[in-house]
């Protein structure tokens, strides 16, 4: 949802706040991230979803959970975010 940049050694990392959506995968979970953008023309706000890969090292991530994922170097093909931190548990 919110989207911030934190200074490290090496640079900045990206952050999205998102709902876990699948955690079938061996050690990976699918985060929806939802953002508002206007429309060029008519001006109207249009919710976008977007899902990312990101890596559940623990598997500690349910489906509902609400999550913060980190960008970090390419994992696997589709996979390069990881778990930051849960931010609300599903019920």
């Given at each position: 949802?919110?989207?911030?940049?934190?200074?490290?050694?090496?640079?900045?990392?990206?952050?999205?706040?998102?709902?876990?959506?699948?955690?079938?995968?061996?050690?990976?979970?699918?985060?929806?991230?939802?953002?508002?953008?206007?429309?060029?023309?008519?001006?109207?706000?249009?919710?976008?979803?977007?899902?990312?890969?990101?890596?559940?090292?623990k598997k500690v991530c349910n489906?509902?959970?609400?999550?913060?994922?980190?960008?970090?170097?390419?994992?696997?093909?589709?996979?390069?975010?990881?778990?930051?931190?849960?931010?609300?548990?599903?019920?």
């Amino acid at each position: 949802m919110t989207e911030v940049a934190k200074t490290g050694s090496r640079g900045l990392k990206k952050f999205r706040e998102g709902k876990v959506v699948s955690n079938k995968m061996e050690k990976t979970i699918v985060v929806a991230v939802v953002r508002q953008v206007q429309h060029a023309t008519y001006g109207k706000f249009i919710r976008k979803t977007k899902k990312y890969y990101a890596h559940d090292e623990k598997k500690v991530c349910n489906v509902g959970d609400i999550v913060r994922i980190v960008e970090t170097r390419p994992l696997s093909r589709l996979k390069c975010w990881k778990l930051s931190e849960v931010l609300v548990k599903a019920q």
